[in-house]
């Protein structure tokens, strides 16, 4: 199946500084990549729909002030997490979707810990 | 809205023992029904899936089949093994769109 990529799987990072995480499409073109937070024990939370090239989508209580989205190319979005706080941290989850088919796969994961 | 259902957790059974995780749906249309596996300190991986009314999706030993009637997408192994230990997680997409809604997640731990 399709695989996709996200960098990096940890980081942990001081309260106040800003966050990049990348999702990437390895072996096919995403039109549509979605962004998920899991907290501990709990379901995935979908916080925005990124279509490439043009603005995210967010999920109703979700800050797109603090979480920023960029989808500049079929095969990237990175969500970056601003002035990152201690509430902030959670496992973030993206996936993209097939553009001829729809089917979705998930990325591996990436932790984020704010200190 | 859409809303997904399911056991909560954790479900401790030993090895070869028999596992029902109960998921039931809340969608309008005909939404396509999703299994998803996430092993320890992994993302996401799309399990089994049914797109329409009775269809029963089944892979590594899991089934489950689209209950129209009774909204139930219920995931069933005959026989688990330590490995099957993970959450599942239950999904709905709806026919019009291609967003998940996901369950609570069903923590399963198997014991030798």
């Known amino acids: 199946g399709a695989v996709v990529s996200q960098h990096p799987s940890w980081v942990i990072c001081k309260s106040g500084t800003s966050v990049k995480i990348e999702c990437r499409s390895l072996?096919?073109?995403?039109?549509?990549m979605f962004w998920y937070r899991q907290f501990p024990k709990q379901s995935l939370m979908l916080m925005a729909t990124?279509?490439?090239?043009?603005?995210?989508?967010?999920e109703q209580g979700v800050e797109k002030d603090k979480f920023l989205i960029n989808h500049a190319s079929l095969t990237l979005s990175t969500l970056t997490v601003t002035s990152a706080h201690p509430e902030d941290s959670s496992f973030y989850i993206c996936?993209?979707?097939?553009?001829?088919?729809?089917?979705?796969?998930f990325g591996e994961g990436s932790r984020l810990t704010v200190l | 809205g859409n809303s997904v259902t399911q056991m909560e957790g954790p479900v401790t059974l030993s090895e070869e023992a028999f596992l029902t995780i109960n998921c039931t749906y809340t969608?309008?249309?005909?939404?396509?029904l999703f299994w998803y596996v996430q092993y320890p300190g992994e993302g996401l991986q799309l399990l089994l899936k049914?797109?329409?009314?009775?269809d029963k999706g089944s892979n590594k030993g899991f089934e489950a089949t689209y209950r129209k009637e009774t909204t139930s997408f219920h995931l069933e192994k005959g026989s688990v093994q330590v490995s099957d230990s993970a959450v599942y997680f239950c999904?709905?997409?709806?026919?019009?769109?291609?967003?998940?809604?996901f369950g609570g997640g069903t923590r399963v731990l198997v014991k030798p």
């Open positions: 990124s279509n490439e090239g043009s603005k995210a989508t967010y």
């Open positions: 999904a709905l997409i709806r026919a019009a769109g291609n967003k998940l809604t």
């Open positions: 969608a309008t249309g005909y939404p396509s």
């Open positions: 072996d096919f073109q995403a039109t549509t």
């Open positions: 049914a797109t329409k009314a009775d």
């Open positions: 996936s993209a979707s097939v553009t001829n088919t729809g089917e979705l796969f």
